[in-house]
């Protein structure tokens, strides 16, 4: 069992910034792919970022590419998502995600039923 839990989140005015954490505890960390994920109210959770086990490889949504930053600390068990110039339909609930990823490369996972763990999220809200 892996748990995960998020923190960072809160209220910013478009063109700011802020910085997710997830750490994780339970089992090796670095065996796990991680990934960031987003559900806005009345929408479908979405794939944001997503890091390899090395954090050597990592993959975004199209609409962050160059706003946000996937990284994580293996000595630390912790990954972030910094985000910066954020915009209001970036507004929404930020999850964490681990994969178990020993055996599977330098893979870097976009798809949310890939996921063996979740965290419970933490909400960004963007106002304009």
């Known amino acids: 069992q892996v748990q995960l839990v998020e923190s960072g989140g809160g209220l910013v005015q478009a063109g700011d910034s802020l910085r997710l954490s997830c750490a994780a505890s339970g089992r090796t960390f670095s065996n796990y792919a991680m990934g960031w994920f987003r559900q806005a109210p009345g929408k479908e959770r979405e794939f944001v970022a997503g890091i390899n086990r090395s954090g050597g490889s990592t993959d975004y949504l199209d609409s962050v590419k160059g706003r946000f930053t996937i990284s994580r600390d293996n000595a630390k068990n912790t990954v972030h998502l910094q985000m910066n110039s954020l915009k209001p339909e970036d507004t929404a609930v930020y999850y964490c995600?681990?994969?178990?990823?020993?055996?599977?490369?330098?893979?870097?996972?976009?798809?949310?039923?890939?996921?063996?763990?979740w965290g419970q999220g933490t909400q960004v809200t963007v106002s304009s």
């Open positions: 995600a681990s994969k178990w990823a020993v055996g599977r490369g330098v893979r870097v996972f976009t798809a949310k039923s890939e996921y063996d763990y």
